[in-house]
């Protein structure tokens, strides 16, 4: 126990340093929009549709139940998650996706919605099947049985890893492009919370990082490896994603091959652009091709501006 505590406390201590540092020299790397136009409000509501993801994930991984039964109104008329299921989890673990269930409610309804606007929930796909065709894509193969996310703790922990940092690196690429400065304080607040919970679940997953993933034949390090290397792909714009070991000139400073944070060679967080985002979490590679989480693409005006390119 008292080695998990020091792994996640040095582990959040990095990702904090990693944000603060970011937004002090975050002029040495901006981050691109791409061609497109969009203000504080269009641009915080990309991330919105994730909130939405990992609202519904969380809560009914260690619940049962989403956000209709905690606080319907926030759902704004928009379609209940299809799939989503209870996770068999340690109690440990149980008590960690609690809180970060809860803490994404109020992301949603005391801090998006209420600072710049929300939107009705999009369509979200948190089934075995969803997840399955994610981890079949990571591997390059089909995984015999499907990959099923709520059958334990290690294989929620795994999908847990498919989801949140896609939402940190989408804030470090949002903040430079903001103008207000409510705006940017906002998103600061949630990049903190959103690097915590990224931290947690890489902690966690590296505890364990030779286990053998049953039946696979593979151990968890190998999975993450797998998963980051899709986003990449997805994302298509070079490595920003990176599993729970690397080679050692690619660890900080290049003496390590942990990699607990994932950071680049200046050991500052990555960041992507709304594109690319996009085009991670619909499983496409195309902001322009919903799929993936988002079946009939994320609501907001940018992610709308995309579809209509269709």
């Known amino acids: ?171 470090v690429g949002t903040i430079p492009n903001l103008v207000n400065c409510t705006s940017r304080s906002l998103v600061a607040g949630l990049l903190g919370v959103e690097s915590g919970q990224d931290a947690v679940i890489r902690t966690l997953l590296y505890e364990r990082a030779d286990q053998i993933v049953v039946p696979y034949k593979m151990t968890v390090a190998e999975f993450t490896d797998r998963i980051s290397a899709l986003r990449n792909r997805l994302g298509k714009r070079g490595n920003k994603d990176e599993g729970l070991r690397v080679p050692r000139r690619l660890g900080a400073e290049n003496r390590t091959d942990s990699n607990i944070l994932s950071a680049n060679a200046n050991s500052l967080s990555y960041s992507r652009t709304p594109p690319e985002i996009l085009r991670i979490v619909y499983g496409t590679g195309s902001e322009n091709k919903p799929g993936g989480f988002f079946p009939n693409g994320g609501n907001g005006a940018v992610a709308k501006r995309f579809l209509a390119a269709l």
């Open 1 to 171: 126990m008292a080695t998990r505590y020091y792994s996640f406390v040095v582990a959040l201590h990095l990702t904090l340093m990693n944000i603060l540092f970011g937004m002090v020299v975050g002029a040495a790397a901006p981050a691109s929009r791409g061609p497109i136009e969009a203000n504080d409000k269009d641009l915080i509501q990309v991330a919105l549709n994730l909130e939405f993801l990992e609202t519904e994930f969380f809560l009914n991984g260690a619940l049962g139940r989403g956000l209709d039964s905690i606080e319907p109104e926030m759902a704004a008329g928009g379609p209940p998650p299809t799939g989503a299921s209870k996770a068999n989890l340690d109690h440990t673990t149980y008590r960690i996706i609690e809180e970060f269930g809860y803490q994404e409610i109020g992301h949603l309804s005391r801090a998006i919605v209420t600072t710049v606007g929300g939107f009705a929930r999009p369509q979200i796909d948190l089934s075995r099947q969803n997840f399955a065709n994610i981890f079949d894509q990571a591997v390059g193969y089909k995984l015999t049985p499907p990959f099923d996310p709520y059958s334990n703790t290690v294989n929620y922990l795994l999908a847990s890893y498919v989801i949140p940092y896609v939402g940190l690196v989408g804030y």
